[in-house]
T-cell receptor, first 112, second 110 residues
């Protein structure tokens, strides 16, 4: 039973570029959430997708957008990258919206 | 005030000893509570859910105090492999938006 998978594992971009991160949820899970984790901090909630719609959003600007596909996989897009966007981006899935979430290994994004 | 607050530590614990730490949360309407552990440069992994009556999983015991709005984690007979950062996690509503504390670092020494 595959867990949550994310790609790519690492990414280096320059300021102003755009990036797309991908996530496949754990088998049987239909809800995907995205988090940003800066060094030394806990993960910060970006948004959550359920039934292909963004259901909740954290305090992140519109430069952060996402999508969920019919197979429940998801993408996180970040436009006009800033140096401060450098972080570990985590995807988490759950069997239902209020249940415990399981994390993928994350994508480490470095913006130069 | 942060929504979820934790003592960052580190808690330096001799192998075999017991360690306990708390986390406080600000939203009295919070519905679900969890402890996750995170190893250096790895993803958070679910350690245990926290139930109102308190619950135990092997050497780990979690307690919830809704009146005072805190949850606790106790680790008995600490192992070297317990060295990690422990993240307190609270859901703000039924939609499952997880709110994380910044973590408590535990270092178990031989």
């Amino acid at each position: 039973d595959a867990g949550v998978t994310q790609s790519p594992t690492h990414l280096i971009k320059t300021r102003g570029q755009q990036v797309t991160l991908r996530c496949s949820p754990k088998s049987g899970h239909d809800t995907v959430s995205w988090y940003q984790q800066a060094l030394g901090q806990g993960p910060q909630f970006i948004f959550q997708y359920y039934e292909e719609e963004e259901r909740q959003r954290g305090n992140f600007p519109d430069r952060f957008s996402g999508h969920q596909f019919p197979n429940y996989s998801s993408e996180l897009n970040v436009n006009a990258l800033l140096l401060g966007d450098s972080a570990l981006y985590l995807c988490a899935s759950s069997v239902d919206r209020g249940q415990a979430q399981y994390f993928g290994p994350g994508t480490r994004l470095l913006v130069l | 005030r942060k929504e979820v607050e934790q003592d960052p530590g580190p808690f330096n614990v001799p192998e075999g000893a017991t360690v306990a730490f708390n986390c406080t949360y600000s939203n009295s309407a919070s519905q679900s509570f969890f402890w996750y552990r995170q190893d250096c440069r790895k993803e958070p992994k679910l350690l245990m859910s926290v139930y109102s009556s308190g619950n135990e999983d092997g050497r780990f015991t979690a307690q919830l105090n809704r009146a005072s709005q805190y949850i606790s984690l106790l680790i008995r007979d600490s192992k070297l492999s317990d060295s990690a950062t422990y993240l307190c996690v609270v859901t703000g509503d039924s939609w499952g938006k997880l709110q994380f504390g910044a973590g408590t670092q535990v270092v178990v020494t031989p």
